[in-house]
């Protein structure tokens, strides 16, 4: 194993057991900061509408990445204040995607029939990002700065429309 590689998950490990140590509703909590930035992983899916996603074609700018799935009861809650977040991060150029573990899309696109969203629902079906983003608990969000470095994340929902939370996510332009 690499050794940035085995850094990375040392660090993310370290991310997830200090974020593990929260209640299973996190309403209030801010993000938490990485220890150190290790580099995002790879992130190449296709979106629910067909089109392709790679992260490495969005370096330079911050990207927020949601990992969910449709039977996650936090997710559920958490999908209205993402989408009211994105309201404000998408017109600042900050993306904001979200990505599916192993729902197929019709049980997806009948999720968000009663919650609407605009921003990208990525296609995991396999779920190959929970070993390298190194996902324990759904939902996990991640920051990613303009440099491809995970900078804060959060494990369980958050507020995300909360001044705070868009504020530091802002911190990173």
């Not at 370290?14 to 309403?27: K, L, M, R, T, Y």
């Not at 790679?54 to 809650?77: E, H, Q």
């Not at 994105?86 to 192993?102: D, M, P, R």
Request: with cysteine.
């Amino acid at each position: 194993m690499k050794a940035s590689l085995l850094i990375t998950r040392i660090l993310v490990a370290i991310f997830i057991a200090s974020a593990s140590q929260v209640n299973a509703s996190a309403e209030g909590l801010p993000l938490i900061e990485m220890p150190t930035t290790p580099e995002a992983p790879d992130l190449a899916l296709n979106r629910l509408n067909g089109d392709s996603f790679d992260i490495r074609s969005y370096r330079g700018k911050i990207i927020v990445v949601n990992f969910w799935a449709t039977w996650c009861s936090p997710c559920l809650k958490e999908m209205p204040l993402l989408e009211e977040a994105w309201a404000s991060l998408e017109k600042e150029g900050i993306l904001l995607v979200a990505v599916n573990l192993g729902d197929t899309p019709d049980k997806i696109r009948r999720f968000l029939k009663n919650r609407p969203i605009t921003f990208p629902v990525l296609l995991d079906f396999d779920s190959d990002t929970f070993g390298p983003w190194q996902i324990q608990a759904l939902p996990t969000t991640y920051i990613v700065g303009p440099d491809g470095h995970i900078h804060y994340g959060a494990v369980g929902d958050r507020e995300w429309a909360a001044p705070e939370i868009l504020d530091t996510i802002r911190s990173l332009k």
